[in-house]
């Protein structure tokens, strides 16, 4: 198995389960003119945020680390009219382009892109949940963090959901000196002694190389 057949993998499923849509190219576009760094979900994965939004019925979302904008609008277009979608980032070209991309998805009602560091912003949030859905996508190192503040805004039933957990098979070096490797292995203690999550974590391969996700449910209320 290599590089490129999981990627053409990734490609075929996706080219068969989902329409073209211009919208999403003109976002990575926009992303790509900006300078941005092409470090958004895959498209499969946006897709699946997308689905666990709808799953969770969720009404409102918070995402930790915007970008452009990209897996804000997956999650954006899965929510009812009266939805929303808070998303942070701390970069203000990053946020610039991202609004761009908001509005060309027609999602300015919907999505409150709050510019800052996120452990600024999160504690200002507490009267704005409970969040249903919580996608933790930004510095690594913050992880335990961002977790426990995504506990915290959320209730019994919410979904967290964090991406890029296995730092290319790295996280099982208790030894790295990769502070986003300690960042998620620190993650991982915190959800082992954690009663009111239950967790689990996907590796995953595609058009993103090789990587993987942690999902995790609160089962009790915070
Ligand atoms: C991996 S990218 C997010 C990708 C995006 N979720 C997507 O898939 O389209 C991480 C983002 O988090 C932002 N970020 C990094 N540290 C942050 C912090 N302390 N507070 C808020 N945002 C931060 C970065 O500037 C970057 O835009």
Redesign the pocket.
Known sequence: MTPERWNAVDAYFFSQLHAPDAVMEEVLAA?TKGG??D???SPA??KLLHLLAKLQNARRIL????????????MARALPADGKLI?????SH?AQV?KENIARAGLGQVIDLRQ??????LPTLLAEGPFDLV?I???KP?NPDYFRWAIRLGRKGTLIVV??VVRKGEVINGASEDASVQGVRQLVELIAGEPRVSATALQTVGVKGYDGIILAVVVAES
């Open positions: 992303a941005l760094p470090i958004h979900v994965q946006g995402e930790v680390g915007t970008l452009a904008g990209y897996s804000s609008i997956w998303t942070l980032e701390i970069d990053h991202a800052g560091a996120a452990i600024k912003t996608f996508d930004a510095d913050s991406d890029n």
